[in-house]
């Protein structure tokens, strides 16, 4: 059984940065593509970032494109999100999740196995 956990939030002012990381264990990590998820209280959770498994495509939503960056290290069993540039409507509850397919997306429905979650709060 593949098992997520997300760390590295925190409280940041705007225009602060963080990263956080996905660890990601069991059978074959690397068969996984990996999507990074938030969401608000009372609002869907909304894919933002997603790598294939090998690292090589990455897919951003509109309102995080060219501030965040998406990477893994699959020695390290690792996902990374970058987050520059923070503003206060980036404040949620940030998930990792892995689907089995070597292509990445946005859309929630495939991804099988998720983290806990990590409260990212961007606040002056």
């Known amino acids: 059984q593949l098992q997520l956990v997300e760390s590295g939030g925190g409280l940041v002012q705007p225009g602060g940065s963080l990263r956080l990381s996905c660890v990601v264990s069991g059978p074959h990590p690397d068969y996984y593509s990996i999507g990074w998820f938030r969401q608000t209280p009372g609002k869907e959770r909304e894919g933002i970032s997603c790598?294939?498994?090998?690292?090589?495509?990455?897919n951003y939503v509109a309102s995080v494109k060219g501030r965040f960056t998406i990477s893994r290290d699959n020695a390290k069993n690792t996902i990374y999100l970058q987050m520059n540039s923070l503003k206060t409507e980036d404040t949620a509850m940030y998930f990792c999740?892995?689907?089995?397919?070597?292509?990445?997306?946005?859309?929630?429905?495939?991804?099988?196995?998720w983290g806990q979650g990590t409260q990212v709060t961007v606040s002056s």
């Open positions: 790598v294939s498994n090998t690292g090589e495509n990455t």
């Open positions: 999740a892995a689907r089995p397919f070597r292509r990445c997306v946005l859309t929630i429905g495939s991804y099988e196995h």
